[in-house]
């Protein structure tokens, strides 16, 4: 038997942009004030509380830190 779930709502109270794709979710997220930086941390929080409330896996192996500038 096959299940199909539906993340729709994990996005719903996130500030950055998310980008969703099967089993791959990107937070999108510009840093160049402390503001920005609180505003990310909060947002991967409430994205974590939703995985936990699903009871879902978050793959730490899978997950990457990109930078780009200076």
């Given amino acids: 038997m096959a299940h199909i779930l539906v993340i729709n ?4 109270s ?3 942009k998310i980008l969703k794709f099967a089993d791959d979710t990107k937070i999108v997220s510009k840093v160049a004030s402390e503001d920005q930086i609180k ?3 909060s947002d991967l929080h ?3 509380n939703w995985w936990q409330d699903w009871q879902m896996l978050l793959n730490t192996d899978k997950s990457k830190v990109m930078h780009f500038g200076f």
């Fill in 39 to 41: 505003i990310l941390q």
């Fill in 9 to 12: 709502d994990l996005d719903d």
């Fill in 46 to 48: 409430k994205m974590f």
């Fill in 14 to 16: 996130v500030v950055n």
